[in-house]
């Protein structure tokens, strides 16, 4: 499974970005699905998440602010960031847990995109 992340770039304070990551691949399901980054400096951190039922779960420093959702016909998920903060600015990569179908084999595995940077100047 591949995940390809976009939508990442420069903004200014209080503006917004949608952050977008579709999964492509053979045969394969997706479990739970999320957005996590990484700034300089600092460890990797789950910025938001949303399950195969739809329950989501957010950072506390992005409450309010952010919304995670997902398309399951077309494998993708999205992160919309609003009001965004100069503490946003980060590496955010996409992540998800799902499951390939190989003949009668099912391997299940974590897949993580490449990347994808958000700058938010003061």
């Not at 304070?13 to 492509?24: E, I, N, Y």
């Not at 990484?38 to 952010?66: M, P």
Request: aromatic fraction near 10%.
């Amino acid at each position: 499974v591949q995940l390809q992340a976009s939508g990442g770039g420069l903004v200014q304070s209080g503006g917004s970005l949608r952050l977008s990551c579709a999964a492509s691949g053979g045969r394969f399901r997706i479990n739970a699905t999320g957005w996590h980054r990484q700034s300089i400096g600092k460890e990797r951190e789950l910025v938001a998440s949303i399950g195969s039922d739809g329950s989501t779960r957010y950072a506390d420093s992005v409450k309010g602010r952010f919304t995670i959702s997902r398309d399951n016909a077309k494998n993708t998920v999205f992160l919309q960031m609003n009001s965004l903060k100069p503490e946003d600015t980060a590496v955010y990569y996409c992540e998800a847990d799902g499951w390939e179908f190989e003949r009668d084999v099912v391997i299940a595995g974590r897949y993580w995109g490449q990347g994808t940077l958000v700058t938010v100047s003061s």
